[in-house]
């Protein structure tokens, strides 16, 4: 069965700095493009960071310059070290992955369930 397990969530104080990962499982195919995204209470699910399997990665405007994405192939994980954290930043952050599904017979993106970072003094 195809997961994405996302962890690292949590409080952190505004200045603050969190670290999310995300492990992929089950998959079949190798996995190509993967990302975060996030939605903030009320909001739209936005794209914060995504990266190919060769390690470019793009950001959001908003997140550029304190979040660096990065994945490692090997383990099937993708992070997302998140610094200089604003209350702006809170949402649930969720984990996508893009892989070829043998079930459809065409890429296929996938989620995770999210993880919630909030930050707060």
């Known amino acids: 069965q195809v997961q994405l397990v996302e962890s690292g969530g949590g409080l952190v104080q505004p200045g603050g700095s969190l670290r999310l990962s995300c492990a992929a499982s089950g998959f079949m195919s190798p996995l190509n493009a993967m990302g975060w995204y996030r939605q903030a209470p009320g909001k739209q699910r936005e794209l914060a960071a995504t990266i190919t399997r060769g390690g470019a990665a793009n950001y959001a405007d908003s997140v550029k310059g304190r979040f660096t994405i990065s994945r490692d192939n090997a383990k099937s994980t993708v992070y997302l070290q998140m610094n200089s954290l604003k209350p702006e930043d809170t949402a649930v952050y969720y984990c996508?992955?893009?892989?070829?599904?043998?079930?459809?017979?065409?890429?296929?993106?996938?989620w995770g369930k999210g993880t919630l970072v909030t930050v707060s003094s």
């Open positions: 996508q992955a893009a892989a070829f599904s043998v079930r459809t017979m065409k890429s296929e993106d996938y």
